[in-house]
């Protein structure tokens, strides 16, 4: 089954702030790379795309609730490890929490200057 990026970002989002929110954590920051999830999620003057609509305020929410939490954006040539693991995960067919040295060496260290 095919996921729009955008709508599985946005599940992921949600999925986050509601681990999150289980865990007591008091301050968070949560990365995107969907610089229009950030958009839509930060500026609420602003009709989100219709794609996300109905979990856009679920987030804005949850945002609300903890003036701790933030959502930032970032580059996603500075995000390579999430979508190595993303594209990992869904091969694998692994989901939900999982040891993390169930993670392949090459995703883990991606962003280290340990590998050539």
Do not use: Y
């Not at 856009?56 to 996603?76: K, N, Q, T, V, Y």
């Not at 594209?87 to 989901?95: C, D, E, F, G, L």
């Amino acid at each position: 089954m095919a996921v729009d990026p955008l709508v599985g970002e946005t599940w992921a989002a949600v999925r986050a702030v509601e681990l999150a929110g289980q865990h007591g954590w008091d301050k968070v920051i949560f990365e995107t790379d969907s610089l229009l999830l950030f958009e839509d999620v930060t500026l609420v003057d602003r009709s989100p795309c219709w794609k996300i609509a109905d979990l856009i305020p679920l987030l804005r929410a949850a945002f609300g609730l903890h003036p701790d939490w933030s959502l930032s954006w970032i580059s996603r040539k500075l995000n390579n490890q999430a979508h190595l693991l993303a594209q990992w995960a869904a091969r694998a067919h692994v989901s939900g929490t999982f040891n993390s040295s169930s993670i392949p060496l090459h995703i883990l260290l991606c962003d280290s200057n340990i590998l050539p």
